[in-house]
């Protein structure tokens, strides 16, 4: 399945970190050929790419795609080895439906 993105936002968002084409499809997983295609509008890239570029550029896919005009991220990543005990939170609630979140969230509001 293909998305379509928003060519100008793509490219914008690469200058913006400084890369180049070619270290901006390292950063992806994808050649430099098939990214400088993506910028060049001639290939668009599948949802799974697109997720990819989402999370190596930091920001939001609607914004990619031009669903939104907001760059904010929909998403976090927690490193394991950078924040282990994050992670260990982020695993322990992994189960948790939206209920016990729910009393998880107001149970630490409560003491805030």
Same mark, same amino acid.
């Given at each position: 399945?293909?998305? &379509? ?9 690469? +200058? &913006? *970190? %400084?890369?180049? +084409? ?6 992806? %997983? #994808? ?5 400088? *295609? /993506? &910028?060049? %509008?001639? *290939?668009?890239?599948? #949802? ?6 989402? $999370? ?6 609607? /914004?990619?795609?031009? =669903?939104? =005009?907001? $760059? ?9 080895? +950078? ?8 695993? +322990?609630?992994r189960d948790l439906d939206d =209920?016990?979140? *729910?009393?998880?969230?107001? /149970?630490? $509001?409560?003491?805030?």
């Open positions: 399945m293909q998305s &379509e993105i928003n060519i100008e936002h793509l490219i914008s968002i690469r +200058q &913006e *970190r %400084g890369l180049t +084409q070619s270290e901006a499809a390292e950063l992806i %997983g #994808v050649s430099q050929p098939a990214y400088q *295609r /993506y &910028e060049a %509008g001639v *290939r668009n890239p599948s #949802v799974q790419i697109v997720n990819e570029m989402a $999370k190596a550029f930091n920001v939001s896919v609607s /914004y990619l795609t031009s =669903k939104s =005009k907001i $760059k904010t991220p929909d998403f976090i990543t927690v490193d394991k080895n +950078q924040e282990p005990l994050l992670f260990s939170i982020v695993e +322990q609630c =209920k016990q979140l *729910r009393n998880l969230m107001n /149970y630490f $509001k409560d003491r805030s």
